[in-house]
């Protein structure tokens, strides 16, 4: 198996390479040169069977000859021994042929956890066969640092540091990064926005020196290994609600389109998705989109639901090639237009294709606010903000009531007690495990802004530096 850019370099990656490197060098996204198809029978065998042991069966296609079959299935149960349910992401029935799935139960309370934790362990795993060290470096509106710092503790290989805008991420999001004891783990609150952390991550992948020293790698939702990784939960849902005998719809909380692209991949590995409904605060870039053809980027507005605060869908570029038969010509003049002028038209046949699968609504905050009140009262279920938009979504649209509608819940309550109790009056706890979370020592550093600051604080914390300068 082999990876392609969608902008149409020659270069073919296998797994290792592609999960090593995230962004193609002509700035496209890999995606596999061809889908792999799992049988109906295939399929069917998933049920009942441990999650880890599905999840070797779904990513091992994709995976290849890259690493041996006994690594990643001893990798896998490594990783997913770390959730706290036994059945890793369960299914919670809410009404008739609505359910959710939890996919917070992971060590840092987010769906993050469920593809995070599988590839910081690849990623050791192949650094160490090859003797090699790496630097992450990762910006965050939240949820992705502390996945991030949590997965890669203690690792040997790769050292972690986490740019979150320093005063606007929730208590526990910023805890979850700055209590962890390792070494190879570090904070640093910018003083800025989220989009200054963004936009410094950039200039330091852009320059190639810096780059090249501290050997910098990325794993944001860009990233193949955490794609295939996601699309894992997808099977193993479908499959407890009847797949492949019948066809299973989803909704998913969107922002990145990383994870509503993970359903996207099961469908096209033969699992039977009926729909895929992409769910937006009103930061509705997506739906927009896939009602009008019109991708265009407007000003990020904050609301409850952050880590959905996205003005820029990145992994739709995967959505795009394929919905334009594979032509990366195509898909660079249309990039090319975005970066020039914040826009670009679906072509017209791609847009009809995406809606045979995607349909896409967005829920304001009033509505999540009265969704997170509503499933309280009537079920005494608490949903947090993200999955509140995906709950609100979900009931908008029309469906055949006899197709099961799958709502992926992508955080814990707790992760955002302040707006869960504004809506409705209940603030939910941590749960037992994590109640000692509030009373840890914190450790970062906060820094301006500044290209320099930052890159100085980088190479004093990586190790693939001192490697390479010889001490
Ligand atoms: C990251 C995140 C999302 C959005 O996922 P994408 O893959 O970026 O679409 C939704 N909810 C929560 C809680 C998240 O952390």
Redesign the pocket.
Known sequence: MHYISTRGAPARLDFVEAMLSGLARDGGLYVPYSWPRLSPATIAGFAGRPYAEVAVEVIKPFVGSAIAEVDLARIAHEAYGSFRHPAVAPLVQLGDNLFVLELFHGPTL???DLAMQLVARLMDHVLKQRGERTTIVVATS???GGAAVEAFRGRDQVDVVALYPHGRISDVQRRMMTTPTDDNVHSIAVEGTFDDCQALVKAMFNHHAFRDRVRLSGVN?INWGRIVA?AVYYFTAAVALGAPHRRIAFT??????????AGYVASKMGLPVDRLVVATNVNDILARTLATGDYETRQVVATS?P??D?QV?S?FERLLYETCGRDAAKVNALMGSLAQSGRFSVPGEALKEMRTLFSADRADEQEVDAEIRAWMKEASYCA?P?TAVALAVAEKETRDPKVPMVVLS??HPA?FPDAVKAACGVEPGLPDWLSDLPNKAERFTVLPADQAKIEQFVASASRAARDGAGV
């Open positions: 987010a769906f993050k939240g949820d992705t939702s996601q998913v909380p969107t922002g990145n389109f990383g994870d509503v692209y639901s880590s959905m996205i869908s992994n947090d993200h992508t955080a992760k």
